[in-house]
């Protein structure tokens, strides 16, 4: 089976950095994905990580570790439109590549 | 342009109705999903259909049924609607099965069962 861990909430200063982990425990693992939900919004597709090391992407940057499980999504330069949650996911490549969905990171920025 | 839409946007009914929601993608996408999130914003994959054929259905109740008149559209029909039902139901679609790690979501459906 699938699980993923993430912190439930995390609060950061506005212009600081924050980083947002996520463990996971899967069968058949191809890569770690980030999305981006502002409250009454969709998931926004944020980056996806399938081999091991650093993907930078503006002021965010994902880190994918597969030896120990693990990743992260590193924010710079927090505006406080980045106040959302933030999932991470993985693709089961033994169950026709669903992808499951960690609980949600609830991230504040606060001036 | 939209990429992916939903209809309706919100859905207020009573227990024991049947509704659907429609959803569309314009992206020339293969693979389609549906997505329930609770209220403890829990994401839960539904279904996915891939050129108009079902390829995951998860432990979802009978009452819920999934439609792909097409590649570009996803519709679910609810019967005997219940209170746990109420939800917020989001479409998305991928490229294709294998990209399925970058999905495009519509904007939900909040459904509201009483």
């Known amino acids: 089976g699938q699980s993923l861990e993430q912190p439930s909430e995390v609060t950061a200063v506005e212009g600081a950095i924050v980083q947002i982990n996520c463990t996971y425990q899967t069968s058949g693992f191809y890569g770690l994905s980030w999305y981006q939900q502002h409250d009454g919004g969709a998931p926004t597709f944020l980056s996806y990580?399938?081999?091991?090391g650093l993907e930078e992407t503006g002021r965010f940057s994902s880190f994918l570790s597969r030896s120990d499980s693990y990743g992260y999504l590193l924010l710079q330069e927090l505006q406080m439109k980045d106040s959302a949650s933030y999932f991470c996911?993985?693709?089961?490549?033994?169950?026709?590549?669903?992808?499951?969905f960690g609980p949600g990171t609830s991230l504040s920025v606060i001036p | 342009d939209t990429a992916v839409s939903q209809t309706p946007k919100y859905l207020v009914t009573q227990m024991g109705n049947d509704k659907s929601i429609k959803c569309e993608q314009n992206l020339g996408h293969d693979t389609m999903y549906w997505y329930k999130q609770d209220s403890k914003k829990f994401l839960k994959i539904m279904f996915s259909?891939?050129?108009?054929?079902?390829?995951i259905n998860e432990t979802v109740p009978n009452r819920f049924s999934p439609k792909s008149p097409d590649k570009a559209h996803l519709n679910l029909h609810i019967n005997s609607l219940e209170l746990g039902d109420s939800a917020v139901y989001f479409c998305a679609s991928s490229q294709d099965r294998l990209a399925a790690y970058e999905q495009y979501f519509g904007p939900g459906t909040r459904l509201t069962v009483t």
């Open positions: 996911a993985v693709r089961d490549r033994t169950s026709y590549d669903k992808v499951i």
């Open positions: 990580n399938a081999l091991d």
């Open positions: 259909y891939n050129n108009k054929e079902l390829i």
